[in-house]
């Protein structure tokens, strides 16, 4: 039960560490007969590659993805998939291994370092290992296989805060997104962010980050009651994700603070039919079945906590020591997650589509 696969009929597997040779995917369950290209995975990782901007980690990994098997390419280049189990990877380049000599012995603050070696007896100290947030680029693949199950659903993602930076609602532009290298669809909100994370990334400080995804054009019915409800799955797809702290759909949190009256999603009849809401407070799924609606969900990312600034800990021997760690980091981490959130809800709308049709028909 070494629990590094998820899902139950569309199912993702990633292995690798992130100072380790490569890192990799095999999705298996992905149904046959489906094109895409090897660009089409490659879009998605580009969003998500490291380096691109001063407000990311400086580690400069091209991420470039083979696809090893489980597809049919034609003479044009495109790709088929077989229904076998479709294997990704991608070589890690640029690592640097002595950056993490000083804290080969010593556990850092809000990092995985001492519970997995709690756990098993042995980490790996380095960037991480499987802790690292560079697993999650195997998501962003293994997002675009996924994206391939359910063609008429629209995924997209945005950063909605960052520290105590949020944006206004009133100028979200989804075009604004892919214009800042935030991800962020508020231009205002955006310039902010830029001065206000060059403070704290020259401080060799860190900062959290609130991220919302929706999904547009999902069925009616997706989801099962009880032990099988759709909100859960997403929230526990989302939760994996490195540095996530705290998942919410639709309302969210905020529900608590409504009446009865200002919750419910009112209803009316449509021109095909078929039922109108009137909001969507419940994020697009009640009784953890999906309503047809705009699936939303948001999470919150926890600061970076590899920093500069030197924080109280002990070593693998008890001794208190001050631990600062040097290397390149993502001031904020959260900025990176964006693609990973469309990715994991992509993953998770896949697997539900499947196991609704193999029950419905």
Sequence with gaps: MSHNTFGHLFRVTTFGESHGPAIGAVVDGCPPRLTFTRDDVQAALDRRRPGQSRFTTQRREPDEVEIL???????????????????????????????????????????????????????????????????????????????????????????????????????WDWDEVDRNPFFCPDPVAAKDMEGYLDGLRKAGSSIGAVIEVEAQGAPAGLGAPIYGKLDADIAAALMSINAVKGVEIGAGFAAARLTGEANADEMRAGPDGKPTFLSNNAGGILGGISTGQSIVARFAVKPTSSILTPRRSIDTEGAEVDVSTKGRHDPCVGIRAVPVAEAMLACVLADHVLRHRGQNG
């Design 69 to 171: 098997s489980g597809v049919l390419e034609d003479e044009g280049g495109r790709l088929t998939t077989t229904g076998t189990p479709i294997g990704l990877l991608i070589r890690n380049v640029d690592q640097r291994s002595k950056d993490y000599s000083n804290i080969a012995r010593s556990y850092r603050p809000g990092h995985a370092d001492l519970t997995y070696d709690l756990k098993y007896g042995v980490r790996d100290h380095r960037g991480g290992g499987r802790s690292s947030a560079r697993e999650t680029a195997m998501r962003v693949a293994a997002g675009a296989i996924a994206q391939l199950v359910i063609p008429d659903v629209t995924i997209r993602a945005a950063l909605v805060a960052m520290g105590e930076i949020e944006i206004d609602r009133a100028r």
